[in-house]
């Protein structure tokens, strides 16, 4: 049986005319068990491979052998499909021809899958709003799959649809399963893909290099039979008269949550989290409060994870109003920590964004800005991965200038990174 702990680190007391409380609370999963084997629902995955032109040659042998792999970390039981990308979906497999639209997997079913997989051609446009609308019609076919989750291949645009088009497609698959997405060599955009994986609660990385494609499905695939607990919720609960600013998950990435609020009662707003497997997750929740005289104290947000319902663990925010500057002024670590993290994640993507469009003078703020932050976060992955863009003169003033010849592959695999955060140690 899977087992929930919340822990909260904050300081908690304020200043006197204070509102703002600050804490990161820190929700933790053991003995998650295997998906689909919880009890709550069966589970069930795609594999969604870009067979467009331009994925030719390597490109296409490479997702072969990934979309195989993948095929075989699946757990016997789940329900999957496989689905073949270009400017328009296909089911490669079960084949199009089949009575069912998703199989269970057993050794029969891999086989034939396998088979399907080594059939992929690479041919024609990329239209990604199709791929994820066939996938979740594909999903509404076995209801008794709680747990959807797919893996989405690219390596390209989204040129053969409309902006619009695209965008309303995300928008009708959201909360209807989860997406990992991952982009092959420089000639895909990470803001496209990052769009969709934030929906879908995944996550968008770079494969540089298509013989490492295998390894990343592999370990992707495995994770994701590694989650046994389908869905939870994040809830919050704030008094009567506050304001929830905002809900973060900040570690093991950032991702703002706080837009994605579902209403539970006037008090209590939840956010989904997704499934989980046997790990930790840091939230940062911000509330605003009514002032309160010196020496009072109260409860300022009570944070909860649910699970089909049911509460499994609890943490409590606090305010404490003091006179004392030695206890207000002071900043709690770990929110310190991941407040700067967040604003890294920021200046990352607005730095290549600006570099992107020739605006160097906003580039190389940015981009300083970020080098001094993650100096001061201790995130050595961001500094090395920044190292590759900007020549850093002084990481603790943030003193950068831009390189002149940069490799866009450094560039993409610094965007891709700018949201994986370091962990703190809050004690």
Same mark, same amino acid.
């Given at each position: 049986?899977?087992?929930?702990?919340?822990?909260?680190?904050?300081?908690?007391?304020?200043?006197?005319?204070?509102?703002?409380?600050?804490?990161?609370?820190?929700?933790?999963?053991?003995?998650?068990?295997?998906?689909?084997?919880?009890?709550?629902?069966?589970?069930?995955?795609?594999?969604?491979?870009?067979?467009?032109?331009?994925?030719?040659?390597?490109?296409?042998?490479?997702?072969?052998?990934?979309?195989?792999?993948?095929?075989?970390?699946?757990?016997?039981?789940?329900?999957?499909?496989?689905?073949?990308?270009?400017?328009?979906?296909?089911?490669?497999?079960?084949?199009?021809?089949?009575?069912?639209?998703?199989?269970?997997?057993?050794?029969?079913?891999?086989?034939?899958?396998?088979?399907?997989?080594?059939?992929?051609?690479?041919?024609?446009?990329?239209?990604?709003?199709?791929?994820?609308?066939?996938?979740?019609?594909?999903?509404?076919?076995?209801?008794?799959?709680?747990?959807?989750?797919?893996?989405?291949?690219?390596?390209?645009?989204?040129?053969?649809?409309?902006?619009?088009?695209?965008?309303?497609?995300?928008?009708?698959?959201?909360?209807?399963?989860?997406?990992?997405?991952?982009?092959?060599?420089?000639?895909?955009?990470?803001?496209?893909?990052?769009?969709?994986?934030?929906?879908?609660?995944?996550?968008?990385?770079?494969?540089?290099?298509?013989?490492?494609?295998?390894?990343?499905?592999?370990?992707?695939?495995?994770?994701?039979?590694?989650?046994?607990?389908?869905?939870?919720?994040?809830?919050?609960?704030?008094?009567?008269?506050?304001?929830?600013?905002?809900?973060?998950?900040?570690?093991?990435?950032?991702?703002?949550?706080?837009?994605?609020?579902?209403?539970?009662?006037?008090?209590?707003?939840?956010?989904?989290?997704?499934?989980?497997?046997?790990?930790?997750?840091?939230?940062?929740?911000?509330?605003?409060?009514?002032?309160?005289?010196?020496?009072?104290?109260?409860?300022?947000?009570?944070?909860?994870?649910?699970?089909?319902?049911?509460?499994?663990?609890?943490?409590?925010?606090?305010?404490?109003?003091?006179?004392?500057?030695?206890?207000?002024?002071?900043?709690?670590?770990?929110?310190?920590?991941?407040?700067?993290?967040?604003?890294?994640?920021?200046?990352?993507?607005?730095?290549?964004?600006?570099?992107?469009?020739? +605006?160097? /003078? *906003?580039? !190389?703020?940015? %981009?300083? $800005?970020? @080098?001094?932050?993650?100096? &001061?976060?201790?995130? #050595?992955? =961001?500094?090395?991965?920044?190292?590759?863009?900007?020549?850093?003169? +002084?990481? /603790? *003033?943030? !003193?950068?200038? %831009?390189? $002149?010849? @940069?490799?866009?592959?450094? &560039?993409?695999?610094? #965007?891709? =990174?700018?949201?994986?955060?370091?962990?703190?140690?809050?004690?």
């Amino acid at each position: 049986m899977p087992s929930f702990s919340a822990e909260v680190f904050q300081n908690e007391f304020i200043s006197e005319g204070a509102t703002d409380v600050h804490a990161i609370v820190s929700v933790t999963c053991s003995g998650a068990g295997e998906a689909g084997r919880g009890g709550g629902g069966d589970a069930a995955e795609i594999v969604i491979v870009d067979t467009s032109g331009s994925m030719l040659d390597a490109k296409i042998v490479a997702a072969r052998q990934a979309a195989a792999v993948a095929v075989d970390q699946i757990l016997d039981g789940t329900w999957f499909a496989i689905i073949s990308g270009t400017h328009i979906a296909t089911r490669a497999f079960p084949y199009p021809n089949a009575r069912v639209s998703m199989v269970q997997m057993e050794p029969g079913a891999r086989a034939a899958a396998k088979e399907a997989i080594s059939r992929l051609e690479a041919d024609g446009g990329t239209a990604m709003g199709s791929w994820l609308k066939l996938a979740a019609q594909l999903f509404d076919t076995v209801p008794q799959a709680t747990q959807r989750h797919a893996i989405l291949l690219t390596d390209g645009q989204n040129q053969s649809e409309q902006p619009h088009q695209f965008q309303a497609a995300i928008e009708s698959v959201t909360g209807r399963f989860q997406c990992d997405c991952r982009g092959v060599g420089a000639d895909w955009d990470v803001a496209e893909l990052r769009r969709v994986s934030t929906a879908l609660l995944g996550t968008v990385d770079l494969i540089a290099d298509p013989a490492s494609m295998a390894a990343d499905f592999e370990a992707l695939m495995q994770k994701a039979m590694g989650r046994g607990v389908a869905e939870a919720q994040l809830r919050v609960w704030a008094p009567q008269g506050s304001q929830l600013l905002w809900v973060r998950q900040v570690s093991p990435n950032v991702e703002d949550l706080t837009g994605r609020k579902i209403e539970i009662n006037p008090l209590t707003s939840a956010f989904p989290t997704g499934a989980w497997g046997d790990e930790s997750r840091d939230y940062h929740v911000a509330v605003r409060v009514s002032p309160q005289p010196v020496g009072q104290e109260r409860l300022a947000a009570r944070v909860q994870l649910s699970v089909r319902d049911q509460i499994v663990s609890q943490g409590l925010v606090k305010a404490k109003w003091s006179g004392d500057d030695a206890l207000t002024t002071r900043i709690d670590p770990a929110v310190a920590h991941y407040t700067g993290q967040a604003e890294l994640a920021v200046v990352i993507q607005e730095g290549l964004a600006a570099k992107a469009a020739g +605006d160097e /003078a *906003t580039a !190389t703020t940015k %981009l300083g $800005r970020a @080098v001094a932050l993650a100096a &001061e976060t201790g995130n #050595d992955e =961001a500094t090395s991965k920044l190292r590759k863009v900007v020549d850093i003169d +002084d990481p /603790a *003033t943030g !003193t950068v200038r %831009l390189k $002149r010849s @940069v490799d866009k592959l450094d &560039e993409m695999a610094l #965007d891709t =990174a700018s949201t994986k955060t370091t962990r703190v140690n809050k004690r």
